[in-house]
């Protein structure tokens, strides 16, 4: 069973997820610490260039695109040892990597779809491994659960 703050704070990274301008792909990370958020981001073009994400080439998008998990770890500008990320879409290596380095103990992310695994599958064993290897805990959340969500509960944990 998913706790209340989980679900919480997963419905915030879909959320913040709906804040990127990318027409394809829409990516959220909430950053927590003792159950109060730290950062967030989304997945977009830097501060300053010029938002042509749904216009540009996919090869040119990549390359100017800072991904949701590199955006709430920026914007945080704090240490963030000991502190959990919760993602829409599970962090590519190079975002594991990130995550690692900054000392966050925990990924919470919601169980991916099929479609999803076929595309991005090799990336996500990566991931899973270096987290392995790390020590940062991975927490799946049940598809099913998060998407009953329909109505803010008042918190009583």
Known sequence: MISKWAKRFSQMAELVASWSKDPSTQVG????????????GFNGYPHGISDSAATDERDMKYL?????????ILFAKRDLDGCEMYVTHFPCPNCAAKIIQTGMSAVHCPEQTEE???RWGEKIKV???????????????????LESITTIEPMTE
């Open 29 to 40: 990370a909430v950053i927590t610490k003792q159950n109060r958020i730290v950062s967030v």
């Open 64 to 72: 100017k695109t800072l991904h949701a998990e590199e955006n709430a």
């Open 127 to 145: 991931s899973q491994e270096m987290f392995l290897q790390a020590g940062v805990k991975v927490n799946w959340l049940p598809r099913d659960e």
């Open 116 to 118: 999803y695994l076929s």
